[in-house]
C-alpha cells in the first residue's frame, strides 16, 4: 500500500499537477503577450487560464495534503497528552474522510447537472472541468483512509509516519 500511495501521490498526481502549472503560466504569458503586442488577446486563454487554475488549486490541495504541509493549529494538541493526541488525530481523519466522501459523492452528482454544459468560448463540456471534484475527492479519501490505518494500527502518537519510518515494515 505504501508503494501505491507513494507513485500516486509522488509521481503521478505531482507530475500532473506540474504540467497543469506549466499550461497554466503559459497561457496567461499567452494573453499578456497578445493584449501588449496586438492589442487584442486571444478570447480563449483566459478561459483555458480559469480552467487550469481550478485543477491546479484542487490537485494541488491533495498534494499539500499529502506532503503534510496543510496549515494547522497544534497548539491544543501540544498542550495534550499522549492519549488525547491520539484520539484528536483519529477525530481529525475522521473528519477529513467525511469530508472527503462529501466532495466525492457531491462532486459526481455536479457532473450530471452540468454534463451537456458548454464553456462560454472554447466550448468545452463543463462535466470535464468540474470532474476535479469528485477525482480530488477520491485522492482525499484513499489519503485520509490510509493515514487513518497507520495512526491506528501503529499508535505512533505525536509524530507523523513517513514512508521512511516504515521501512522496516513495508513488504515491496
Not at 501521490?9 to 497543469?20: G, K
Not at 493584449?35 to 490537485?59: G, H, M, N, Q, V
Not at 463543463?126 to 469528485?134: D, G, T
Request: charged share 20%; net charge positive; hydrophobic share 50%.
Amino acid at each position: 500500500m505504501e508503494k501505491f500511495i507513494h507513485v500516486l501521490y509522488d509521481y503521478i498526481i505531482e507530475y500532473i499537477v506540474r504540467l497543469i502549472g506549466v499550461l497554466l503560466i503559459t497561457t496567461v504569458l499567452m494573453q499578456i503577450f497578445t493584449r501588449i503586442f496586438f492589442k487584442i488577446p486571444f478570447s480563449w486563454t483566459d478561459e483555458l487560464a480559469r480552467f487550469t487554475f481550478i485543477w491546479y488549486c484542487f490537485l494541488g490541495s491533495v498534494l499539500t495534503m499529502h506532503k503534510k504541509m496543510h496549515l494547522g493549529i497544534d497548539y491544543f494538541e501540544s498542550k495534550m497528552k499522549e492519549r488525547g493526541r491520539f484520539v484528536n488525530r483519529v477525530f481529525v481523519n475522521a473528519i477529513q474522510i467525511f469530508f472527503a466522501t462529501l466532495l466525492a459523492y457531491y462532486g459526481y452528482k455536479l457532473l450530471g447537472i452540468v454534463g451537456r454544459q458548454k464553456s462560454p468560448i472554447m466550448r468545452i463540456q463543463m462535466k470535464y472541468i468540474y470532474s476535479v471534484l469528485p477525482i480530488t475527492g477520491v485522492l482525499y479519501l484513499i489519503l485520509s483512509v490510509h493515514e487513518m490505518i497507520l495512526h491506528v494500527t501503529h499508535k505512533k502518537v505525536g509524530q507523523e509516519l513517513t514512508a521512511d519510518s516504515l521501512k522496516g515494515d513495508v513488504q515491496i
